[in-house]
């Protein structure tokens, strides 16, 4: 046994930084700067996709319920591994594992822009999402490692400006790349970043300190984590093409829920599981994480309806569209920064009803006009900064008070696990927009029509019957918050 071991030591040892870089006051900074565009990359990536879902569909000819896997294969991949590389980073150190992470993302991401068929694309965004689940897991521990405790807070605040720019820079970026390059660009957009990450990371990025490689790996939560999420997300997605009763819809639900109570037994009785259950002892932590997910499930939701909304429904161009829904990230981006001031005068409790009654007016204003009214383009820019507004003021607050729930010993393990609710959310906003798209299309257009040859007031029709989602999911999300608060409020690590 030592042999091996002693090989895979020297495999993966990890490259010191250039030794002029180390005493420069700005290599912290330099880090922070690599780490950040990772996020950018990553946001930048998942809104173009979004946008250019439609044209996608028309290129390959598919049905909604495939359309929304070019979406969904990244995001189940990416849900998936979280969890098994943020402990196999602690075993064996993250500075190798982040670069790798990187060069599969670009690899990826250049193999999706030479996609030949639906199924390679597929194929390509799961290998994509792979290499997203290896950066997502080492992002913000790298960064909270190399700064100072005293410079932590300006580091975070780069690292949540550049998600923001990546977010609301994606529809318009996409729509225009859409329109004069094609397609295939809205992939090869990101491998230049990607490409210029791996070397700055090779040569920037300090080695890995508390590696502990004799610690003990959970190979049974990690064999049961991922069949179980992607079952979840599947049946979601499939559901309006199964119906409520067939085998497979039943069938998956039931094996996916086995899966699942197995992890649990798994992870409370393994002495390093991949997620903590004592995080979940914590209701004000618990509610605050579902409200994380039921947050951004709210908003890929709303991204993938409208996409269609806007390029079908509407008939417009992907660069018109794409500078339409580009109000909702920079309506979140202006809102956010003014979040915690709205929290301290409005108290955790209220701030949750607050921002979410925004939203809900959002979604209300597009279920009253939406394809009813003509001048809809006012209308729409208003429902969307409603929207953008109400989640800008949603996320932080709702992200403080779920962490000071916790003990700052589970920190990290809490953050990780806000990470994971975040991409499961959006898997959910994805695949349930697509799924009642689905359901409303079939009924109004007739069940054998395709939705590439169904009429514009059809689909917009179909769309707004599915924007009542969005509004449950937002109440939902309020009530968690809300719930979450209170709890925190009343308990210890208390929020104001």
């Given at each position: 046994?030592?042999?091996?071991?002693?090989?895979?030591?020297?495999?993966?040892?990890?490259p010191?930084?250039?030794?002029?870089?180390e005493?420069?006051?700005?290599?912290?900074?330099?880090v922070?700067?690599?780490?950040?565009?990772?996020?950018?990359?990553?946001?930048?990536?998942?809104?173009?996709?979004?946008?250019?879902?439609?044209?996608?569909?028309?290129?390959?000819?598919?049905?909604?319920?495939?359309?929304?896997?070019?979406?969904?294969?990244?995001?189940?991949?990416?849900?998936?591994?979280?969890?098994i590389?943020?402990?196999?980073?602690?075993?064996?150190?993250?500075?190798?594992?982040?670069?790798?992470?990187?060069?599969?993302?670009?690899?990826?991401?250049?193999l999706?822009?030479?996609?030949g068929?639906?199924?390679?694309?597929?194929?390509?965004?799961?290998?994509?999402?792979?290499?997203?689940?290896?950066?997502?897991?080492?992002?913000?521990?790298?960064?909270?490692?190399?700064?100072?405790?005293?410079?932590?807070?300006?580091a975070?605040?780069?690292?949540?400006?550049?998600?923001?720019?990546?977010?609301?820079?994606?529809?318009?970026?996409?729509?225009?790349?859409?329109?004069?390059?094609?397609?295939?660009?809205?992939?090869?957009l990101?491998?230049?970043f990607?490409?210029?990450?791996?070397?700055?990371?090779?040569?920037?990025?300090?080695?890995?300190?508390?590696i502990?490689r004799?610690?003990?790996?959970?190979?049974?939560?990690?064999?049961?984590?991922?069949?179980?999420?992607?079952l979840?997300?599947?049946?979601?997605?499939?559901?309006?093409?199964?119906?409520?009763?067939?085998?497979?819809?039943?069938?998956?639900?039931?094996?996916?829920?086995?899966?699942?109570?197995?992890l649990?037994?798994?992870?409370?009785?393994?002495?390093?599981?991949?997620?903590?259950?004592?995080?979940?002892?914590?209701?004000?932590?618990s509610?605050?994480?579902?409200?994380?997910?039921?947050?951004?499930?709210?908003?890929?939701?709303?991204?993938f309806?409208?996409?269609?909304?806007?390029e079908?429904?509407?008939?417009?161009?992907?660069?018109?569209?794409?500078?339409?829904?580009?109000?909702?990230?920079?309506?979140?981006?202006?809102?956010?920064p003014?979040?915690?001031?709205?929290?301290?005068?409005?108290?955790?409790?209220?701030?949750?009803?607050?921002?979410?009654?925004?939203?809900?007016?959002?979604?209300?204003?597009?279920?009253?006009?939406?394809?009813?009214v003509?001048?809809?383009?006012?209308?729409?820019?208003?429902?969307?900064?409603?929207?953008?507004?109400?989640?800008?003021?949603?996320?932080?607050?709702?992200?403080?008070?779920?962490?000071?729930?916790?003990?700052?010993?589970?920190?990290?393990?809490?953050?990780?696990?806000?990470n994971?609710?975040?991409?499961?959310?959006?898997?959910?906003?994805?695949?349930?927009?697509?799924?009642?798209?689905?359901?409303?299309?079939?009924?109004?257009?007739?069940?054998?029509?395709?939705?590439?040859?169904?009429?514009?007031?059809?689909?917009?029709?179909?769309?707004?019957?599915?924007?009542?989602?969005?509004?449950?999911?937002a109440?939902?999300?309020?009530?968690?918050?809300?719930?979450?608060?209170?709890?925190?409020?009343?308990?210890?690590?208390?929020?104001?």
């Amino acid at each position: 046994m030592s042999a091996p071991r002693s090989r895979l030591d020297r495999l993966l040892v990890e490259p010191a930084p250039l030794r002029w870089l180390e005493g420069k006051d700005w290599h912290p900074w330099l880090v922070v700067g690599l780490v950040s565009v990772g996020a950018f990359v990553g946001q930048l990536d998942a809104t173009i996709v979004q946008l250019a879902l439609p044209a996608l569909g028309r290129v390959f000819d598919a049905p909604i319920a495939h359309v929304s896997w070019i979406a969904l294969a990244y995001l189940a991949a990416f849900v998936s591994f979280l969890p098994i590389f943020g402990r196999l980073c602690e075993m064996f150190g993250r500075k190798t594992l982040y670069i790798a992470g990187y060069a599969i993302f670009i690899v990826a991401s250049a193999l999706c822009g030479f996609a030949g068929s639906f199924e390679q694309l597929v194929l390509f965004r799961f290998l994509q999402g792979v290499g997203g689940s290896l950066l997502g897991a080492n992002s913000i521990s790298i960064l909270v490692k190399t700064v100072s405790p005293e410079q932590r807070g300006r580091a975070l605040g780069f690292f949540a400006a550049a998600q923001a720019v990546g977010m609301s820079a994606g529809p318009a970026l996409g729509g225009l790349v859409l329109a004069t390059l094609g397609w295939r660009w809205i992939f090869w957009l990101t491998v230049p970043f990607g490409a210029l990450a791996v070397v700055i990371g090779w040569l920037a990025l300090p080695r890995s300190t508390g590696i502990d490689r004799g610690a003990a790996f959970d190979w049974g939560g990690a064999l049961l984590i991922g069949p179980a999420l992607v079952l979840v997300v599947a049946v979601l997605n499939h559901v309006s093409s199964w119906g409520l009763a067939s085998p497979y819809t039943l069938g998956g639900l039931a094996l996916a829920l086995v899966l699942l109570a197995l992890l649990v037994r798994r992870e409370r009785r393994f002495p390093a599981p991949l997620i903590d259950p004592r995080l979940f002892a914590r209701a004000a932590f618990s509610s605050g994480a579902l409200a994380v997910a039921l947050g951004y499930a709210l908003l890929f939701g709303m991204f993938f309806l409208m996409s269609f909304a806007q390029e079908h429904g509407f008939g417009e161009p992907p660069r018109e569209a794409g500078f339409h829904l580009a109000i909702i990230p920079v309506a979140i981006g202006l809102s956010a920064p003014f979040s915690n001031w709205a929290r301290q005068r409005l108290g955790s409790r209220r701030i949750g009803w607050v921002a979410m009654a925004s939203s809900l007016a959002g979604v209300g204003l597009l279920i009253v006009t939406l394809g009813r009214v003509e001048e809809h383009r006012l209308f729409d820019a208003i429902a969307y900064a409603l929207f953008g507004i109400g989640l800008g003021l949603f996320i932080a607050p709702n992200n403080t008070v779920t962490i000071a729930a916790v003990p700052p010993a589970l920190s990290g393990a809490a953050g990780s696990l806000l990470n994971l609710m975040r991409a499961l959310g959006t898997s959910l906003g994805v695949a349930g927009g697509a799924t009642l798209l689905t359901w409303h299309l079939a009924a109004i257009e007739g069940g054998g029509s395709a939705w590439q040859t169904a009429s514009a007031a059809g689909l917009l029709a179909a769309v707004r019957e599915s924007l009542p989602l969005l509004a449950v999911i937002a109440l939902l999300a309020a009530i968690a918050a809300v719930f979450a608060a209170s709890r925190a409020a009343s308990g210890p690590g208390r929020s104001s």
